[in-house]
């Protein structure tokens, strides 16, 4: 039997049953609804119960795998070479004859001259020299006495004069108001110079003039 006669007969015994369903939903229906309601209800079971049946009877369609065809490949066509053309002769541009030579231009002169010597110029061109700082001599150095007998003086009433000054002084033999009243001026220069962290404040701060009227008896702003 072949694949057609069987799928007829598998659809006659489906229509066969659906008329099997729907004439038994007639019988039942016809003596409490009616006849036209259960004649209604037997042909709305054949047309489902037939439907479904057809439908769970249909074959499956089976799924090929396709087969990918090949690409053909492009056709190269050979082209004729293409002569190159010869090169051309390089052209050559003419010598252009170098621009005559221009005269340089002279030196401007100074716009402006001295007509004769500033004043002064002379004086100022003979003091020029190079400048040399130079330390005090030691023969310059105020005299260094011990300390006296009586007791030192109180260095620190002097303006500008602290412990560590004091100090610094009672080291180099500096012990009265005396003693500083009675420095000249190298020996002022001496001690702007070599004292430690204190250049220039003997001059500065007017020790002498201190010193002399501390010396006298009378007292300073800082005393």
Same mark, same amino acid.
């Given at each position: $039997? %072949?694949? *057609?006669? $069987?799928?007829?007969?598998?659809?006659?015994n489906?229509?066969?049953a659906?008329g =099997?369903a729907? *004439?038994l939903?007639?019988?039942? %229906? =016809?003596?409490?609804k009616?006849f036209?309601a +259960?004649?209604?209800?037997g042909? #709305?079971?054949?047309?489902?119960? &037939?439907a479904?049946?057809?439908?769970l009877?249909a074959?499956v369609?089976?799924?090929t795998a396709?087969?990918?065809?090949?690409?053909?490949?492009?056709k190269?066509?050979?082209?004729?070479?293409? +002569?190159?053309?010869p090169a051309? @002769?390089p052209? =050559?541009?003419? @010598?252009?004859?170098?621009?005559?030579?221009?005269?340089?231009k002279p030196?401007?002169?100074p716009? #402006?001259?001295?007509?004769?010597?500033l004043?002064?110029?002379?004086?100022?061109?003979?003091?020029?020299g190079? /400048?040399?700082y130079?330390?005090?001599? @030691?023969?310059?150095?105020?005299? *260094?006495?011990d300390?006296p007998?009586?007791?030192?003086d109180?260095?620190?009433? #002097?303006? &500008?004069? &602290?412990?560590?000054l004091?100090?610094?002084?009672?080291?180099?033999?500096? /012990?009265?108001?005396?003693q =500083?009243?009675? /420095?000249? *001026?190298?020996e #002022?220069?001496? $001690? @702007?110079?070599?004292?430690k962290?204190?250049? &220039?404040?003997?001059?500065?701060?007017? /020790?002498?003039?201190?010193?002399?009227?501390l010396a006298?008896?009378?007292?300073t %702003?800082?005393?």
């Amino acid at each position: $039997m %072949g694949k *057609a006669s $069987m799928n007829a007969a598998n659809s006659k015994n489906t229509y066969i049953a659906a008329g =099997i369903a729907g *004439a038994l939903v007639f019988l039942f %229906g =016809i003596a409490s609804k009616g006849f036209f309601a +259960a004649l209604l209800l037997g042909l #709305i079971a054949a047309l489902l119960l &037939g439907a479904l049946l057809v439908w769970l009877g249909a074959p499956v369609p089976q799924l090929t795998a396709l087969k990918p065809s090949p690409i053909p490949a492009p056709k190269v066509t050979p082209q004729a070479p293409v +002569a190159q053309e010869p090169a051309s @002769d390089p052209v =050559i541009a003419p @010598d252009v004859a170098a621009p005559a030579s221009v005269a340089e231009k002279p030196a401007e002169a100074p716009l #402006i001259t001295a007509s004769k010597p500033l004043a002064g110029e002379q004086e100022l061109a003979s003091r020029k020299g190079s /400048w040399r700082y130079e330390a005090v001599a @030691d023969e310059q150095r105020p005299e *260094a006495r011990d300390r006296p007998a009586g007791g030192a003086d109180d260095l620190r009433q #002097i303006k &500008g004069i &602290g412990p560590a000054l004091e100090a610094q002084l009672n080291e180099l033999g500096v /012990w009265s108001f005396e003693q =500083i009243a009675e /420095w000249n *001026a190298p020996e #002022i220069a001496w $001690m @702007d110079d070599n004292l430690k962290g204190f250049r &220039g404040r003997v001059s500065r701060d007017d /020790w002498v003039g201190q010193a002399r009227t501390l010396a006298s008896g009378a007292r300073t %702003g800082a005393s």
